[in-house]
Structures are given as structure tokens and as C-alpha cells.
């Protein structure tokens, strides 16, 4: 999930002119070959949690693998560079895969793992896969037999419903809902749900998201809106449909947005 701002330590907003140039980044195209390791050994893929707005939100271990990996793919070049640049680590290589990346590069990243090289791969906020294009390429150096490591960290959803109050035991996450086809369909097959459901909701979308789901599980029906999490501008928000829909209970339409009911 891909946040729009990122908060310092002390919780207070980085500058966008401080975001560095990254650096080199691997271009993959069908001609460019691979060169094994002369020891043949598969290389391992680190499926690495960043934080998701403050930046202490980031393990020891997630470090050490960004200071070791030969290679870190990621989300955007600049937001993954600028994380580094925060903890004075120079990475060996920086390589883009995002859900624009085309079958190739993703066929490269595995050619390069079965190469020898170890592959940090991370999101531009909180756990790879969630949200993101990464399960493809975890799902294919599976099949390929590459050894697949978890680093885990920060989780918008996680965050979200940990402090939300209601049922933890047993939840859907749905992510982003469909823009438009099968989006009221997807909604109505929770209309008799038993347990809490989890939405990432944009702030362009998240007045008709509530609407809607007012529209299916109806006013009384409890809700958790989640703004901004862990950074200097959090904020939840609770209530039933009906009153956050209404404005008996306000909250400000900025940022990002995980809604549990």
C-alpha cells in the first residue's frame, strides 16, 4: 500500500527536496544474461516489512538484510532510496518492480536469484504482498524452488485492527475495493458477515466507500476509520455508519484511509 507521506522519528514530515537520486538500478530486457556464481548456490529472496509512515517503524533485521542483499527490488526507486539514505546505507543495487513491471523483469528476478544473488524485496510501505504485485513474483520463485524468507514488520491492516476495538479472531481483508465491476456484488456477499472486514480506502473514494457500506450493512452498524497511521496526523475515528456518514461524528478527508466494520 502506497502512502503519501512519510514521518521522521520525531514524527515530523521529511521534505521532499531531501529525496535521493537512487542508485544504480538494474535494467532487465530478454537479451540480458545472468552470470551464476562460480559456488551454484540459488539465492534466497527476503520478503522485507517497511514502515508504513513513521520511520522507526523499521526492524534491526530488515537493515542488516538492505546493508547485505545484493539486490533490493522495489516499488519506486526513490521512496525505497530515500529510506535508506535515512539510515546512511548505500545499497549494492536498486531494481524496480511494480505493477506496470512486465512478465520479463519478473522472469529476470528469478533468473537472477537462481543465479546466486540475494533479493530483498520490498513494497513503498508496510509488508510486500499485501496490496502490491509481489505475491506474482513470490509465487513463481516457489515454483522454482528459491528459498523465500520473511523479514515481517509494520502492516497498515494489522496496525488497523489491533486498535480498532472489534473482533480480531476473524477477519476479511478485501483491500482496495473495485472502482466499479463487481464492487457492489463484493459488498453484498458480507451483508450477513459474523466478523470484522478490513478496507484500504484512498482519500478521493472514501465518502463513497462509507456510503456504500452504509447502503449494505446498513446505519447502526459499527466502523473503525483509521486515518494516517503511525504518522504525526493519526487518527481513528469510531462510531456506527450512520453517524460517520452523517457527520455526527467528523473526521478530516486527508490522507490515507483503513476502514473495519
Known sequence: MKWTSSATSSGSRKPSATRPTPTAEVSASKKQSVIPKAS??????????????????????????FREADIIACEDTRNT??????????PKKLLSYHSYSSNDRQDYIVELLLSGQNIALVSDAGTPGISDPAYGLVRQAAEAGIRITPVPGASALLSAIVCSGLPTHHFTYLGFLPVKKGRKTLLESLKDKDHTVIIYESVHRIERTLADLQN???????????RELTKKFEQFVRGTLGEINSGTIPYEKKGEFVICI
Request: net charge negative; aromatic share 6%.
Open 216 to 226: 449494505v450493512f446498513g446505519p447502526d452498524c459499527p466502523v473503525v476509520v483509521g
Open 81 to 90: 532510496g530515500m529510506l535508506l539514505k535515512h539510515y546512511e546505507i548505500a
Open 40 to 65: 551454484g548456490e540459488i539465492g534466497e529472496l527476503f520478503v522485507v516489512a517497511t514502515p508504513i509512515g513513521n520511520l522507526e517503524d523499521i526492524t534491526v533485521r530488515a537493515l542488516r538484510i
